[in-house]
């Protein structure tokens, strides 16, 4: 029989955040100075916001359950999702969601983020 061993540290959660965290930038950055109806007519910065959705999303799924339940504030679940909608059903995707996700979401999320990487929890996990 087989013992399963359970990682006590994982020195890449820190990795992971710092990519979640550089994908929202990424996002606001690509974002800040168009209107809905230009992001809509950009295939080009869609197309580049759909990839660090993508990121942000697979990041995410890497913080283990133990981490990410005393952050209950952050959607983890929620960013996973968004990540497999925009990679398996990218021809239903619906920009004025994405537009208002970028709007009103993720500013909290980044926020949240860079605080969640500067705590103690991370610290621990990541055996720093």
């Not at 359970?6 to 959660?13: A, G, M, N, Q, S």
């Not at 955040?17 to 109806?37: C, N, P, R």
């Not at 295939?43 to 580049?48: F, H, L, N, T």
Request: charged share 25%; aromatic share 10%.
């Amino acid at each position: 029989m087989a013992v399963k061993r359970v990682k006590r540290f994982d020195p890449l959660i820190p990795i992971y955040l710092d990519e979640m965290i550089g994908a929202i930038v990424q996002i606001l950055k690509y974002t800040e100075s168009l209107t809905l109806e230009q992001f809509i007519l950009q295939p080009m910065a869609c197309d580049a916001i759909q990839h660090q959705f993508e990121i942000l999303g697979e990041a995410s799924s890497h913080i283990p359950f133990s981490v990410r339940k005393k952050f209950p504030h952050i959607p983890f679940e929620l960013m996973y999702t968004l990540r497999n909608h925009i990679a398996h059903e990218y021809f239903d995707i619906d920009y004025e969601i994405i537009w208002h996700i970028i709007q009103l979401d993720l500013p909290t999320n980044l926020r949240d983020l860079q605080e969640m990487r500067k705590s103690s929890v991370v610290a621990n996990a990541a055996g720093e």
